[in-house]
């Protein structure tokens, strides 16, 4: 079977199939070979468009595919300073080599991208002049670099870019925890911050267009069908070219697009980072395979209403760190359990600490009520608390000032309401850790919330026998900077 023969046989396989499945007998049928998938996609768009476009499309389409020399024809040839070395890789509009320039003794390795025989008409030539300017206007460190542009000798266009040696993101995430996944792809999120803050949509985001080079940094590829967004005036033709698998809703019915366009492109390919597959809307998240609290992000990311989404890719990215820190975030519910269960999982250690010493405290509590005639062991039993308490107290106040403000807020407002609840019974804890509560609100500049902390702290001070005389010095100093007035305590 020939080339040609093939591209017909795909094509008539999955021209009647629902857009899901469409997708995935592509990807089967077509299996490392990024050509005859680029040719069967460039034949459904053209059975897409109305039937006068379709038979000038799909007949220009047919007669470039038979007459079109093979790829790897060009390899070894001098186009100017550049010497075509080996093919890597054909797209819709254009065939990649790499390349190597010479120039005044020097070498370097390139990337050109050169346009498909039979393309090269004034439409064709358009956009690589567009990908050209506006490749010139990005220069960000994880964005693929214009270095030139010429033509070949048969007078197709070139343009010469950074050439990138690595491997697509899918298949760089093969071999990584989820929490480096998302960590690069918060990095690709941060380029397309990058694009869209200049009002530029990407349009074609996928696995082969985000390349990992060897130290781990991406590279983001091909703005082939790119496009600045006040430059889309409507007059443009609704079929434009688009990988239907990755494609947001709005793009595959050829309506006008904006950057958000883009992020629902990125939620497909999160989903396909984490579990292995493209998923053809949210209800058709592999739920059992994702994290709980990732479910809510891919949703608002995958949202069929362009404004539901992230509004930008900076909110994507935040909310993935958020996740990454097991804090609440903007997709996912406000009710007060949610953020508890998320402040547990992220504190869990601290929070086993405070749950360890309140159930002493409890304990101990019933015990001096029920034991309050062995004066002795009543005492023992309040010194090994109170040296118990001022361990756990010093261990809070370092973990805490190590950890960010939102951390921060929330471990004093559950200390706090431990404190209310429970520690009433152990003078000694309670002064303590009161100590440390007023301590850590001066340091966040909040004196008024300080107060009450402190003005307790130094009149458990003043009665507890098991409060030594550096913490009685520690609480008056507290209250003093807290605005309490200790000679009305003192009286």
């Known amino acids: 079977m020939n080339h040609w023969q093939r591209i017909q046989e795909i094509f008539e396989r999955v021209i009647d199939l629902e857009p899901q499945e469409r997708a995935q007998v592509l990807r089967e049928q077509t299996a490392?070979?990024?050509?005859?998938?680029?040719?069967?996609?460039?034949l459904l768009q053209a059975d897409s468009a109305p039937l006068g476009e379709f038979e000038e499309g799909a007949g220009q389409l047919f007669a470039a595919l038979r007459e079109e020399?093979?790829?790897?024809?060009?390899?070894?040839?001098?186009c100017g300073a550049y010497t075509i070395e080996a093919h890597l890789s054909t797209g819709g509009m254009a065939h990649v080599y790499r390349a190597k320039r010479s120039s005044a003794g020097t070498s370097r390795r390139v990337a050109l991208?050169?346009?498909?025989?039979g393309l090269d008409n004034q439409r064709g030539a358009a956009r690589f002049q567009q990908e050209r300017e506006l490749?010139?206007?990005?220069?960000?460190?994880?964005?693929?670099?214009?270095?030139d542009a010429g033509a070949l000798p048969d007078g197709r266009p070139f343009l010469a870019m950074e050439y990138i040696d690595g491997v697509s993101i899918t298949e760089w995430s093969t071999q990584r925890s989820v929490g480096e996944r998302i960590r690069l792809f918060q990095k690709v999120l941060s380029t397309l911050q990058y694009a869209h803050q200049r009002l530029i949509v990407h349009r074609d985001l996928k696995p082969s267009n985000i390349m990992v080079g060897a130290q781990?940094?991406?590279?983001?590829?091909?703005?082939?069908?790119?496009?600045?967004?006040?430059?889309?005036?409507?007059?443009?033709?609704?079929?434009?070219?688009m990988t239907p698998?990755?494609?947001?809703?709005?793009?595959?019915?050829?309506?006008r697009l904006t950057t958000v366009s883009d992020l629902y492109s990125m939620g497909l390919l999160l989903h396909e980072l984490l579990v292995g597959r493209v998923p053809a809307d949210t209800d058709s998240l592999a739920e059992a395979e994702l994290d709980g609290q990732l479910i809510p992000i891919l949703r608002k990311a995958l949202a069929a209403d362009p404004g539901e989404r992230y509004a930008s890719a900076d909110q994507f990215a935040a909310d993935l760190g958020h996740f990454l820190r097991k804090e609440p975030h903007s997709a996912g519910s406000s009710a007060w359990p949610g953020r508890a269960g998320l402040f547990l999982r992220r504190n869990l250690w601290p929070c086993a600490l405070a749950g360890a010493l309140l159930i002493a405290l409890v304990f101990g509590w019933i015990s001096s009520h029920l034991d309050r005639r062995l004066a002795e062991q009543e005492a023992n039993s309040g010194w090994a608390a109170h040296a118990q308490a001022k361990s756990v107290a010093?261990?809070?106040?370092?973990?805490?000032?190590?950890?960010?403000?939102?951390?921060?807020?929330?471990?004093?407002?559950?200390?706090?309401?431990?404190?209310?609840?429970d520690a009433s019974g152990m003078p000694e804890a309670e002064a303590l850790l009161r100590m440390t509560l007023a301590e850590l609100h001066l340091e966040r500049g909040e004196p008024e919330k300080a107060r009450g902390h402190a003005a307790r702290a130094y009149a458990l001070a003043q009665v507890t026998r098991g409060i030594g005389w550096r913490d009685r010095e520690r609480a008056a100093d507290l209250a003093e900077r807290s605005g309490v007035e200790l000679a009305d305590m003192d009286e």
């Open 245 to 255: 698998g990755y494609a947001s809703p709005e793009q595959r019915s050829g309506e």
């Open 394 to 421: 010093r261990i809070f106040e370092q973990w805490i000032a190590s950890q960010d403000p939102l951390t921060r807020a929330d471990t004093i407002l559950y200390l706090e309401g431990a404190l209310e609840r």
């Open 113 to 117: 991208k050169v346009m498909r025989p």
């Open 32 to 42: 490392g070979d990024p050509e005859l998938l680029s040719k069967v996609q460039a």
């Open 216 to 241: 781990g940094s991406p590279k983001l590829l091909d703005f082939g069908v790119a496009e600045r967004v006040d430059e889309d005036d409507g007059s443009r033709p609704k079929q434009e070219a």
């Open 69 to 78: 020399a093979p790829a790897e024809d060009l390899c070894g040839t001098q």
């Open 135 to 147: 490749l010139a206007k990005l220069e960000h460190e994880s964005i693929v670099a214009f270095l």
